[in-house]
């Protein structure tokens, strides 16, 4: 399959997944993201007692997948759900539920007043978040390149002036 140009294997990323000691069993799909765009989520069990962080995992795929095959979201299951026949069944594979997502990791420290709680508004709005700390990176959140188009007009918008660039992916809220 296909994601924003570049050739992409679900099998590949579960196997990826599978190899992280906090993961028992997972499965990866292209579905419809808070944000409304299509994008790789993960759906993962976890090793009795372990909780990966999103970060954690990310950190982790980094080392054997090129970035656009990192999942912009994580989901934990009790277990994956199967056909009568023992293999996946992609259909039955929930949709995107905040509660249900990994956390984030890192420390949760609350955006401060002024701006930077604007700016963190924005980006929850862009992501279908009803939170961020100001510790994580938009990318960390899941947002994408094309996302911070988004965010530019929202942030052009709030401050009533033009930006010559979107943010830089380093930004923190």
């Known amino acids: 399959m296909k994601v924003r140009g570049h050739r992409v294997e679900l099998p590949e990323i579960n196997a990826a997944l599978e190899r ?43 080392q054997s997948l090129p970035v656009y095959m990192i999942p912009s979201l994580f989901v934990a299951l009790p277990a994956l759900p199967l056909t ?25 420290d609350a955006p401060r007043p002024g701006m930077e709680a604007r700016i963190a508004r924005i980006w929850c709005d862009c992501l279908g978040l009803t939170e961020c700390s ?3 990176t938009f990318f960390e959140l899941g947002g994408t390149s094309l996302l911070l188009t988004r965010v530019q007009k929202a942030l052009e918008a709030t401050c009533r002036r033009r930006s010559p660039s979107p943010p830089s992916s380093n930004t923190r809220a």
């Not at 989520?41 to 995992?57: D, F, I, K, M, R």
């Not at 293999?87 to 420390?107: F, I, Q, V, Y």
């Open 20 to 62: 992280h000691p906090m993961v028992r069993q997972a499965a990866s799909a292209l579905k419809p993201l808070p944000s409304g765009e299509n994008g790789l989520c993960a759906y993962l069990v976890a090793e009795e007692g372990s909780t990966p962080t999103t970060a954690e995992l990310r950190r982790f795929l980094a």
């Open 134 to 136: 100001r510790e994580q």
């Open 84 to 108: 009568p026949n023992g293999k996946l069944d992609r259909a039955a594979l929930p949709d995107l539920d905040a509660a249900a997502r990994l956390p984030a990791g890192g420390t949760r």
